[in-house]
């Protein structure tokens, strides 16, 4: 039997008091506004899935978030450091930003997602926090149609960019949740209010 996470897909509600506060706690869904601007919604929903990441963490152990339990020897912690891996190249390498040391290894595909002895639970949470946040700063400068030039030469616009990192995201997302449940029984897709 799995123990259900909550889930909650509906947005926010007007009631009899007005408008229900603005939700911004990461431990909770955000929404992604019905009448939004695309930038606005393409940011909401990236956010609503890299909270369901960090979310997908909690409670778990080091142990239990380094396991490998599927067959691609995939683990929770290491999809983190994957994620925050390529948010980093996608937008502030394409867009000419700085980045910190990034854990790729031109003779190793697996550097980005494989979790070293040495890394704990929080460097990796703290490194997906320092990515995320250098994106959240770049997105909020730039145009959607800036284009910048990908790691592999394309010329990308910043909206192509954001729709690729939320397929990915939300991709790993499923893989994460599908560890998750494998580990400790829990499912769902996003924290319920």
Known sequence: MCRRIAYRH????TDDEGPRAERTEPSIARYVPYTGSEKECLLASLDRHRDAVLWKCEG??????RRQVLPSGNSILGLVKHLATW?????????????ELLPLDGDDESADVRVEPGESTADVIAFFGRARAATDQLIAVLDLDQVGKSIFGDDVSLRWV????????????GHIDIMREMIDGAVGAHRRP
């Open 87 to 99: 948010e980093y190249i996608w937008f502030s390498r394409t867009f000419s930003r700085p980045t």
């Open 10 to 13: 509906d947005p926010p509600r």
């Open 60 to 65: 778990l152990d080091d142990d239990a978030l």
């Open 162 to 173: 954001l729709i690729h990192m939320l397929e990915d995201t939300i991709r790993h997302v």
